[in-house]
């Protein structure tokens, strides 16, 4: 089995990891172009290739999360998650979305910030978490973005695979 994750967004992360990989291999895309159709091109095009490339059978992604949005962001985080179920369906992949509490709480062991963050900084405070256990495991993310899309896999794999369990939080 081959484990895609992706963080969607205009500034994409995403993780790769196939049964017999020790790491897995990730990055950060930015989508670019003069308008949504542009972007939505281009992404559709990039996971095309990823997915016949890396062989990939499994696709995960952070559940699109919509904390009063601007209308271009819903619809560029909606179009995004669309294409991923089009080219999943058009490939004989599975699919599946996992909220981000979900992952958090396994890989750095909290859903969410603690309420001694100020709330404008909570954020902030699961992106630099996230980065750090990425590099406790090893793995050195361009962005938090990329970071995000590691532990969505490691969650992933870990769901997939029992014997991954023990690597949630503490338990590298």
Known sequence: MTILALDLATNLGWALWRTGMEKPRSGAILLRGAGLGHRFTAYRDWLLETCIAGGVTHIVREAPFLDMKSANVVLTLYGLA?????????????????????????????????????????????????????????????????????????????????????QGALGL
């Open 82 to 166: 669309a294409i991923t179920e089009e080219v999943a369906a058009r490939k004989g992949m599975t699919c599946r979305d996992i909220e981000s509490a979900s992952w958090r709480k396994f890989f750095i062991g909290c859903g969410a910030a603690p309420r001694t963050v100020a709330k404008k900084n909570r954020r902030e405070w699961l992106k630099r978490q996230v980065i750090a256990e990425c590099q406790t495991r090893g793995l050195d993310p361009r962005n938090d973005n990329e970071g995000d899309a590691i532990g969505i896999l490691m969650f992933e794999r870990a769901r997939l695979y029992p014997e991954f369990a023990a």
